[in-house]
């Protein structure tokens, strides 16, 4: 009962120093004058837009108040409390680079405003629109009410597109039935200007390349009660070659051009191919790479659509840095054509990248790692590329409440092979999208060493496929996936363990995994959203089906069917992470994740093999509770150590973090984490770890704050957490906010978890 008001006072003398600080805002406030605290939008009656009427006019207002982070203006706060120096010091830093002065009212013109405000409102189709302003003054700030009537807004009645006989106009009135200016929609200048650019491009994938919007103007007819009448009018100064067609005359591909031998290049006499000539002074890039990926032809008349979907697929071809195609008119032709010239830039072909970090975990180990990635592009002149992945870490437990110290080992490495075509056993029908879709062969191997628990190699081998479908979805797609797992070297101590827990130990078996895996990924982040930014990754893996049709049955009943005498797993493996980005302000975050997982095993598997299997906790989980340390369900094993190894077959995990920008590359948060892992069943040897539909009232809460220096090329992220509800206790006393007791050193001992990481949690 004492430590309650200890953290009650805590928190009183928190705000107080807020408050203190607050009072200090109008320091630099001039006493003629006021602190500007922004515009605010009041409308006359009700509107069915009034959402979107107010950004857009907020949008159009100025200057912008001070920014604040959770209803404080930090920044301000910072400018306020300190003084002007030309010396550096924490003055400085506080004055010139973490503080901001105050926005004054004299800085606001309301007369202007408004006016542009009346002019935004007569682009949105309020043609009648009127605005009035007042100044409110609250003892040393201000603000200003934009009290807003729009009046009635004008809408589309008639759209007439040209008329007369001319190749160009009848152009322009066959794309009638896509126009965006349907009758009905209001009038707006936005619109107005979609509206030419979507003809333009019409136009231009239908040949007529010299074709711009400004050869198109719309005049409008506003003198119908609330209607607009509107038609498509062609300027009468249209030269003549935008009137005109073209065909692809000459189409030349250079695909290891360089500037310094720009001259050298154009005399070299081009081989001809199949739609196009081809120009390669080594050679390094065989035709087939283009044949398969230009959809420019010569003879084909030339479209907007091919061209940028040809110059797009050179870029993720990812063997070119830079790309260039060059139009002039073919003076040899009978009719109008171009010669096109693509010259392709290609990048070194060997490249090496090395990487070494050094890390703390939270479960009191510390470490290093070195990476190291070998890139050979273009191996077989067919736009190919393999990726030699090698790493080593090394990491010691430095903190230890049994006063042992020991160190881990980890070493990796691994052969990816893309390949941009598709190696099927049947035909399918050509997509003639900006992505190439890709082949991939993986092959790799780790070896891990705990000298405290076991050794582990694993070899993986697998071979799919990566395509993209549009800008946001996202495919791979393995169909053949082995990987064998062989846990060796298990000590005496860790032997033990196993030995009081069969799941665990029937996990850690000697297996084969045999199948396929699937996962389809969504991103919004190519789109125009500013506000909400969404990425979702479904997973599917499976393994055994197939090759249960083919192993010969086990001999004995009860033991598992075998392949090359190794027991192989079955199982189906299901994953969902979906995460939610909002921009709230200019300066603050907030970032939700919610992750599931469900792992069925099946047959010839009592149990998922254990490096399917979840984990939860850690820095970017759980971060109030060390990996492996959580769970399953309520079951808690007294004996976890440093090297704790609990897992599970579902997994629960919801995520929410506030991130606030204080400053140039300093960014806060504040965070809470909710989840836990179980068994699909209970297991004798660990009472409470299966998942019921009681799962809600074995949720781990914790709660915390996080700092992060983000230097764009790397991010160092610290985050304090503490638990807030322990599902291992007692039902009723699982929640612990009540015992939180910051004075404490045994209380911060016992419960407060430092992550160190590099990058965001999620």
């Known amino acids: ?92 830093l506080l004055h010139d680079k973490f503080g901001e002065p105050p926005v004054l009212l004299s800085q606001a013109n309301p007369a202007d405003m408004r006016r542009r405000m009346v002019a935004q409102l007569h682009d949105m189709g309020f043609l009648n629109a009127r605005v009035q302003d007042s100044v409110i003054i609250d003892k040393r700030k201000a603000h200003i009410n934009f009290r807003v009537m729009p009046g009635v807004r004008y809408t589309i009645d008639t759209l007439i597109f040209p008329s007369d006989s001319s190749k160009l106009s009848k152009a322009i009135a066959a794309t009638s039935e896509l126009t965006l200016l349907k009758r009905g929609t209001p009038f707006s200048v936005e619109r107005i200007k979609a509206e030419r650019e979507r003809i333009d491009l019409e136009l231009r994938n239908k040949g007529y390349f010299y074709f711009t919007p400004d050869f198109l103007a719309l005049a409008a007819d506003t003198n119908h009660k609330n209607h607009v009448f509107t038609s498509i009018v062609v300027k009468p100064d249209v030269p003549a070659e935008a009137k005109n067609t073209y065909t692809i005359n000459n189409f030349i591909i250079y695909s290891n051009y360089s500037s310094d031998r ?23 890039f065989k035709p087939v790479l283009f044949r398969q990926n230009i959809l420019m032809k010569e003879g084909d008349l030339y479209s907007y659509e091919s061209h940028k979907t040809t110059v797009q697929r050179m870029v993720n071809l990812n063997n070119f840095k830079f790309i260039n195609t060059t139009f002039t008119p073919a003076d040899s032709a009978k009719t109008p054509a171009l010669d096109v010239e693509l010259f392709l830039t290609p990048y070194t072909r060997r490249s090496l990248q090395a990487e070494i970090g050094a890390y703390s975990k939270s479960n009191n180990f510390a470490g290093t790692e070195l990476k190291l990635k070998l890139t050979n592009r273009n191996l077989f002149h067919k736009g190919d590329h393999i990726d030699l992945d090698l790493s080593a870490g090394y990491e010691r437990l430095v903190k230890s409440k049994d006063n042992e110290y020991y160190s881990n080992q980890n070493y990796a490495g691994s052969v990816n092979f893309y390949r941009p075509v598709f ?66 070297n298990i000590t005496p101590e860790y032997d033990s363990t196993l030995a009081e827990d069969p799941n665990l130990a029937k996990s850690f078996e000697k297996q084969f995994i045999v199948g396929g895996e699937y996962t389809l990924n969504y991103s919004n982040a190519n789109t125009n959203s500013s506000i909400f930014r969404i990425y979702n990754s479904t997973s599917i893996g499976l393994s055994g089906n197939l090759l249960s049709l083919f192993v010969k049955p086990a001999s004995i009943s009860g033991d598992q069917e075998a392949l090359l005498g190794v027991p192989y797993a079955q199982y189906l493996l ?43 906790g850690g820095s970017n989980s759980l971060r109030a509770f060390r990996t492996g340390t959580l769970g399953p369900g309520s079951y808690s094993d007294s004996l976890i150590t440093s090297q704790a190894v609990q897992a599970g077959e579902i997994k629960f995990e919801y995520n929410s973090e506030f991130r606030f920008k204080v400053m140039k590359y300093i960014y806060t948060a504040v965070f809470t984490d909710v989840g836990n892992i179980w068994y699909r069943k209970e297991q004798p040897d660990a009472p409470g770890s299966g998942f019921t539909r009681n799962w809600p009232k074995e949720l781990a809460v914790d709660a915390g704050l996080g700092l992060r220096i983000d230097a764009n090329i790397m991010v160092i992220r610290l985050d304090l957490a503490i638990p807030l509800r322990i599902p291992s206790l007692p039902e009723d006393q699982r929640w612990v906010i009540d015992d939180i007791d910051i004075g404490s050193k045994q209380w911060r001992k016992d419960n407060v978890v430092l992550n160190i990481a590099f990058g965001y949690p999620f």
Not at 446 to 468: D, H, N
Request: proline share 6%; with cysteine; hydrophobic share 35%.
């Open 1 to 92: 009962m004492q430590k309650e008001p200890r953290f009650t006072k805590l928190l009183i003398a928190s705000v107080l120093l807020m408050l203190v600080s607050s009072c200090n805002i109008y320091r630099y406030v001039p006493e003629k004058d006021y602190l500007f605290t922004g515009s605010k939008i009041s409308f006359d009656t009700k509107y069915k837009d009034a959402s979107e009427i107010k950004s857009s006019l907020l949008s159009r207002t100025w200057p912008v108040p001070n920014n604040k982070t959770v209803f404080v203006p930090i920044s301000l706060v910072s400018y306020s409390i300190s003084k002007p120096t030309d010396k550096k010091g924490l003055n400085h």
């Open 423 to 488: 190696y099927l056993p049947f035909k399918i029908r050509r997509i003639d999208s900006d992505y190439i879709p890709k082949n991939k062969i993986s092959a790799g191997a780790e070896y891990m060493i705990k000298p405290k628990l076991y050794t582990a190699r694993s070899v993986r081998f697998s071979f799919g496929y990566l395509w993209k479908t549009g800008d946001n979805w996202e495919h791979l797609f393995d169909p053949i996936v082995v990987n064998l797992v062989n846990p060796t």
């Open 574 to 616: 299901a994953s969902n992470d979906f995460r939610v980005y909002m921009k709230l302000t200019e300066r603050t975050t907030w970032v939700n994740r919610l992750f599931f997982g469900y792992g069925y095993s099946y047959a010839n598997s009592q149990i998922m093999p254990y490096i399917k299997q979840f984990f939860i």
């Open 262 to 284: 720009d001259s050298v290049l154009h005399k070299i006499p081009s081989r001809q191919e199949d739609g196009f000539k081809h120009v390669d002074t080594l050679p390094r």
